[in-house]
């Protein structure tokens, strides 16, 4: 597959960092589950959790914003965004049908290790996922939004 900077075309001004990867940027910290199975129904799917702050942003929130491209797709948490310009939960990406698995399960995270002390809009946004796997078998689950929580890592 050819990349845009092998053709010689770059995005943006500024230069790529060494893994190319949102995590260059320093505190940005990824980790990312994928289920895949055939059987009782086939699963292609996952989470992919983006924390700032080196894990902090729980108790030390971020200013923030955010775009609409096109308006379609769900995003949990940008009225409080909007609101107080402020991220305080890390930014989860999952399927459509997922949203709301991954939105509780980050509640209830930040709830049972002490992140939080009153209530929580965390971010989470949806991409179809339905020409990869049978949507409505709803193969996440919260174990795996934790266990990518426990995989968090820069570079």
Same mark, same amino acid.
């Given at each position: 597959m050819t990349r845009l900077r092998d053709l010689s075309i770059t995005v943006g001004e500024c230069p790529t960092g060494p893994h190319n990867a949102i995590t260059d940027i320093p505190g940005v910290l990824v980790g990312h589950t994928t289920i895949i199975h055939d059987q009782p129904r086939v699963a292609r799917t996952g989470v992919t959790v983006v924390m700032p702050r080196d894990g902090d942003i729980w108790r030390n929130p971020a200013f923030a914003?955010?775009?609409?491209?096109?308006?379609? &797709?769900?995003?949990?948490?940008?009225?409080? %965004?909007? $609101?107080?310009?402020? /991220?305080?939960?890390?930014?989860?990406?999952?399927?459509?049908?997922?949203?709301?698995?991954?939105?509780?399960?980050?509640?209830?995270?930040?709830?049972?290790?002490?992140?939080?002390?009153?209530?929580?809009?965390?971010?989470?946004?949806?991409?179809?996922?339905?020409?990869?796997?049978?949507?409505? &078998?709803?193969?996440?689950?919260?174990?795996? %939004?934790? $266990?990518?929580?426990? /995989?968090?890592?820069?570079?």
């Open positions: 914003a955010y775009h609409s491209f096109n308006g379609c &797709g769900e995003m949990t948490g940008l009225l409080w %965004v909007e $609101e107080s310009g402020q /991220l305080s939960h890390p930014i989860a990406l999952t399927s459509t049908h997922h949203v709301g698995t991954v939105h509780e399960a980050l509640i209830a995270y930040a709830q049972e290790y002490g992140h939080t002390e009153q209530s929580s809009l965390p971010v989470v946004a949806e991409t179809w996922d339905g020409w990869l796997n049978d949507m409505d &078998g709803f193969h996440l689950k919260a174990e795996h %939004v934790y $266990e990518t929580l426990a /995989l968090i890592a820069g570079g």
